[in-house]
C-alpha cells in the first residue's frame, strides 16, 4: 500500500464497531476517493498501526492511545468514536492539548432511538403488543373490552430524564401531542429547556407529575440508580415508565417488586444482563413491553455514522469544522460510564 | 317527571351507544342542568318516546325517525347521532328539510385511532410486539440480530388512503418526521390536501410510491373492495400497511396471499368477521401485528363524545351553532356503509 | 346562449365582487367546461335572471332573493356568497329549509390576514416601519439605539379576540414562537380552544395577560365596542394591539386616547370610516403602524375564491358535499353585522 | 478587593461590550455569589489585568491575548467573546493548546435576527411599512388598490443563504408556512440540511429558485461579494431579497442599479457604511424596506448573553461542560471577518 500520495491518511480500527457495518459501498469508496485508507480491521497486532501513526491525518475506532503513543501521531487532527461509547483507553486530556478533535457518533442513534421510545410509549398506552400476543393465544378481546387502561397521549403529562441528543429527538416528536413536558436533567441550565417549550423540573416533580416517563439519562456516577425505589413510589398510580437509556440508571429490583404489585406500565429495552436470565421474572410480567435492547441499533444508524464520518473528514481536509459527528467535551469524556455493546 | 318547564327537552336513547359510556357523572350534571332530560335508555316501546316528540328539542341516539314520525316533532333542532355511523332508519331528506341538525360524533374518535394508527407503524417499523412476544417464549435476539427490518419513519414515504377526520389527525401527528405525505381521497379537490403539505395523489401513485400505507377510508360502495389483489401487488417490497378502517376496504382473501408470501408487513385492526375465527390464517403470521379492532373505543374518546353533546346543546340553546359534533352532509349521510359495531 | 344542455346551470352574477378579479381564466374555462355559466356580470335589470332563474343549479354572487323567488328556484342547490358578509336580501331560512346550500368564501382571506398579522405584529415589536420612515426622513438611530422598546414574539404571552378561521390561521403561525395563547371567543366551548393547545380565558384575563394582542373577532351587536375604554384599559403598558377585524368592535375615541398617551402601541388596520379623514389624529402617532384596510384583500386570495367555488361546484355535481367553501350557519347568517367592502 | 478566596476568579472586561447592557443586576448578583469577579469595565490601561491574570478562571470579554500573556494564564479555563466577533488580538491556537475554552455569543441574537428577518420578509411581501408611510403622507390606497404585488409566504419558495445559528432559527419560524426552502452553505454537508427538512442547493439554483431569499451568511474570504451583479441577477422579477447579514456579502453598487431598475424588492438591514450617508440613492426607493442594523441587537439578546454567561461559568465550575455559549471552532475562528459594532 502507498501512503506516501497527498491525500491526508486515514487509520480504519472500528472495533468493537464493524466496517461493514458504518460504511456502505458509497460511503467506503467516497471515503477512499478522499483519503489514503489504512484499513486495520483485519490486521491483528500494533504492528501496522504503530507503523502508519505518525502520518495519520484521523483515526476511526478506539485503539489504545496513551500518551506516548499520541505523541507519535505528530499529524493527527481527529479521532473518532464509532461506537458510541467513550473507553477509558485513550488519554483524552493529552488528545485536547495536541489539538486532535475526539469525535463521537452518539447522535446517529438518537432519530432511532426517539421513534422506538415514542413507539413503546403508544404501546403501553394502548396494550398493542399485549393484544397482538393475545390474538396469537386466540384469548383477545375486542372493541372496548380491552381498553378499560387505554389512554391517549394528547394532553398528557410527560417527563424526560435526560436532555441530550436522545430527550431532544424524542421532545420534537412529541410537539403535535400538546404535552406539558418536564425535563430533568442536572447538566443543563433550565433555560436550555425552557427555550424549547419544556419546563425544568426537578426529578421528584418530574416523577410525580407526569403521566408518561422517559428514561434517556446517560450513566454516570452520579445517575447510578437514580431511579431507586424511593424514586419509583413517586410515579403516578398506571403511570408508563419508558426505560430506553441506561440498564446503571435504575434498581431493577425495586422496579420488578413495584411491577408485580400492578403500580404502574413499563417498557424496558435496556436490562443490567444481557442475554436476560431465561428465569427471569420480568418475563411473564403482563403489564411490561419486553424489548431486547433494540431501540437504536438499525441498519440507517449505523449507515449514518459512516456518512457521518465522511462528511467530517471531507471538511476537516478542507480546513473546516466538523458539524456532523460531536465533538466531545473535555469535562465530560471521562464521566460516562456506559458499557460498550458486545 | 315534569318536562313542562321552560327548559328545553332532550330525549336521550342512546342505543347501541350506552349512556353511561359516553356521559361522565360531570357532563349528565351538565346536561341535566340545562336541558329536561327524558331519559329512555331504560324504557322498551315507543310509547314515552313518542309522547315527548312533539316537545323535544334534541334527540340524543338513533331510533327510527321515518318522515311521518319526525313531522310530529315540530321543536325539534337537533339529531345526535353518538354510535358514529348513520343508519338508514331515519329520513334525513326530511329532517334536512324541517331545518334539524344532523349530527356525527366521528370525529371523537380520530385522536384515539391517528394515535394507535401511529403506534402500529412504528410497531412494524421495529418488531416490537414480535420481539415482545419472543421475550416472553425466551427466543429474543439482542441489539441489531433482530433489527435487520427495521426502518425509520423519518422522512419516508407515506401514504394515506382517505383524508377525513382520522386522516388529518394522523397527518398531524406525522409533522417532526418530514415525511413525504401522498392522499388519496376521492372526495376531495387536490388544494385542500395540498394546503395541508400533503401531494394529492391517485390510488396507483400513493400505493406504489409509499413505504408506509395508513388505511383510513369510509366504507361507501365506491370504497368496496379498493385494495384488491391487483391493488396490494402494487405495494412495495417491504411496506407496511396500516388497516384501521375499514375492512370492507380491503379484499382479505388477496391480503393473505401477500402477507404469507411475505410481500410486505401488515398491522391489521378491523376483520371482515368479528371475533375472527380462531383457526383464521392471519394469527400465525410473524409480518403482521394483530389488534381486535381497538383503535377508536377507549375511555376519553367515549366520553368525549358526552361532552361534545353537553357543549354543543348548550350552544343551540343560546341559539348559537353546534362547534365540535360534526353536521351531517346531506349529500353523504346515505353513502356510508359501515357496519354498527355490537 | 343555449342553456338547454345535461350541463347544469350555473348563473353569476358576481357583484359588489367582480368576475375576473375571483376568476383566473384557467378557473372560468374549467367554470365553463363543467357548467352552463349564465353570465350576468354585465347584465342590469333582473329579466334574465329571473328567466334562468327556475334552471339554475347554483348561483354565484349574492342578488336579492326573498322567499317568493327561492320557491321559483326548484332546482337550485347551491348560493354562493363570493364577498365575504352575508346581506340580509336573501332569505336564508326559506333557502335552508329547500336544501339550498348556502356558502361562503371567508375562509379563503384567512391565511393573507393571518400572515398580516403576524407582520404588523412583528413590526409593532421591532419597529420596523417606524425605523424604515425614519431613514427616509434620515433621523434614523443604529443598532440598539432604535430598539430600547423592541421585544421578541418568543415565549410572549399572547391574547386572541375570536377563533374563527382567522384566529386559527394566525395561532398555527405562531407554533414556532412558544407562546403562552389565550382566547376569548364566546362562540366556542373551551374544548375546541384547549384541543389547539390555547388556553380558553374570558376577555378580562385575556386583555391583561397578554403582551401582543390579535382582534379578529366578527362584528356582531355582541361584539359592537367590545374594546371600549375600560377594556383598552386593562391592557398592559406597553402591549401591542394588532386590530385587524373589525373597526365595529372597537371604541376608536377612547382608543385615540389612550394611544396619544401612550399606553401602548397598535397597528390599525380597519377603521371606522374609509378613506380616513385627512385630518385624522390618527395619522400622526408614533407608536401606531397605519394600514388602509389591506389584510385580507390580495390576489392570492381573490384567485381562491374563483377556485373554492369550482372545486365545490365539481363536487356538488358529482353529488358529494362542498368542503371548501365554507357552509353558513343558519343560527349565525343573520346576526353578521359586517359591512360590504365598497 | 480581596480574591484569594476558594471561589474561582473571573476577570470582567467587557469593551466593546458593555457591562450593564448584558448582565442584569440579578445575573451580575448571580455572578459575584459564585465568583470573585475583578470588575476591570472602568480600569484603564493593563496592570490590575495582568496582575489578577494567573489566577483567572475565566476572561469575559476579550482583551489582547498574545501566547505569552496566556502562558501566565496558567489556571484559565474559559475566555468569553460577549460582543459577537472574534477580533485576531488572542493567539486561538494558544488557547486551545492549553485546554481554554473559547466560547462565543453569536447564538444569543439569532431568536432576534430570526423574528426580524421574517417580519421584513412580510413586509416587502404586503408592504406595510410603505403604506404606513402612504398613511403618514396622506397618500395611502385602500383595500385591493395597494395589494397588487402583494404575495403570501404560504407555499413560496424560499432560499436561505447560511445556515449557522440565525438560519437554523429562521427556519424553525418558517414551518408552518410550508415553503420548499432551498439552503445554500457551503461549510456544511447536504445531510446537515436535509435532516431538517430543507433542500440542500447550490447558489445558482437557490437564487434562480426562490421567491424569498434571506441572506444570513458569515462574513469570510469566501463569502466576500458572493451576490455581485450577476448572482443578483439570477433571483427572479419581483422577488423579495432580505438582507440581514452581512453587507461585505453583497456588492451594493449592483444591488442598487437593480432595485433602481425595479427588478425586484429588498429589505436592508446592514450597510457598507454605517451610518448610511444622507445622501444615499437607497434612502429614497419606494421597493426597499430600510432598516438601520436594527435585527440582533435588542434588549433580550443582550441579556440573554449575561445569562448564558452565568450558567455557562456556574456549570463550568461544576466541572461539567458549557452548553449555552457556543465553542469556537479552532478551524474557524481565525476565518470570520465580521467587523465589530461601534
Redesign the interface.
Known amino acids: 500500500m502507498n501512503t506516501s500520495t497527498a491525500k491526508p491518511v486515514v487509520l480504519l480500527r472500528p472495533a468493537p464497531q464493524r466496517r461493514d457495518?458504518i460504511f456502505t459501498p458509497q460511503a467506503l469508496a467516497a471515503l477512499h476517493e478522499l483519503f489514503t485508507v489504512v484499513d486495520l480491521e483485519d490486521t491483528p497486532g500494533d504492528e501496522m498501526f504503530d507503523r502508519h501513526l505518525p502520518e495519520a491525518f484521523a483515526i476511526i475506532g478506539q485503539p489504545d492511545l496513551g500518551a506516548e503513543r499520541l505523541a507519535k501521531a505528530r499529524k493527527l487532527k481527529a479521532l473518532i468514536n464509532v461506537e458510541g461509547n467513550f473507553f477509558p483507553n485513550v488519554d483524552y486530556?493529552a488528545a485536547?492539548?495536541?489539538?486532535v478533535r475526539v469525535l463521537g457518533c452518539g447522535s446517529a442513534y438518537s432519530?432511532?432511538v426517539a421513534?422506538?421510545s415514542?413507539?413503546?410509549a403508544?404501546?403501553l398506552?394502548?396494550?398493542?403488543?399485549n393484544?397482538?400476543?393475545?390474538?396469537?393465544a386466540?384469548s383477545?378481546?375486542?372493541?372496548?373490552e380491552?381498553?378499560?387502561d387505554?389512554?391517549?397521549?394528547?394532553?398528557a403529562t410527560v417527563g424526560i430524564l435526560g436532555y441530550g441528543n436522545l430527550g431532544r429527538s424524542l421532545h420534537?416528536?412529541l410537539?403535535?401531542?400538546?404535552n406539558t413536558v418536564r425535563i430533568y436533567d442536572p447538566?443543563?441550565?433550565p433555560?436550555?429547556i425552557?427555550?424549547?417549550?419544556g419546563i425544568a423540573a426537578g426529578l421528584e416533580e418530574t416523577l410525580s407529575s407526569s403521566q408518561f416517563v422517559y428514561v434517556l439519562a446517560t450513566a454516570t456516577a452520579d445517575s447510578a440508580h437514580l431511579l431507586d425505589g424511593p424514586a419509583l413510589d413517586l410515579l403516578q398510580q398506571g403511570a408508563r415508565l419508558v426505560l430506553v437509556s441506561r440498564a446503571a440508571v435504575v434498581d431493577y429490583d425495586a422496579l420488578l417488586d413495584r411491577l408485580v404489585a400492578g403500580r404502574f406500565l413499563a417498557a424496558i429495552d435496556v436490562w443490567p444482563l444481557?442475554?436476560?436470565p431465561?428465569d427471569s421474572p420480568f418475563?411473564?410480567l403482563p403489564n411490561v413491553?419486553?424489548?431486547?435492547?433494540?431501540a437504536g441499533?438499525?441498519?440507517?444508524a449505523?449507515h449514518?455514522i459512516g456518512?457521518?464520518v465522511v462528511?467530517?473528514l471531507?471538511?476537516?481536509a478542507r480546513?473546516?469544522?466538523p458539524?456532523?459527528l460531536q465533538?466531545a467535551?473535555?469535562?465530560?469524556v471521562g464521566r460516562y460510564r456506559n458499557k460498550p455493546?458486545t
Open positions: 457495518r486530556a485536547f492539548s495536541r489539538g432519530q432511532a421513534e422506538y415514542l413507539g413503546l403508544i404501546d398506552a394502548r396494550g398493542i403488543s393484544q397482538d400476543g393475545a390474538m396469537r386466540g383477545e378481546k375486542y372493541v372496548s380491552s381498553n378499560t387505554a389512554v391517549l397521549l394528547h394532553r420534537r416528536l410537539q403535535p401531542f400538546h447538566w443543563l441550565p433555560a436550555v425552557e427555550d424549547t417549550g444481557e442475554p436476560v431465561h418475563r411473564g413491553v419486553l424489548s431486547p435492547h433494540r441499533g438499525i441498519t440507517q449505523f449514518s456518512e457521518m462528511d467530517d471531507t471538511l476537516m480546513g473546516l469544522a458539524v456532523r465533538a467535551a473535555p469535562e465530560l455493546v
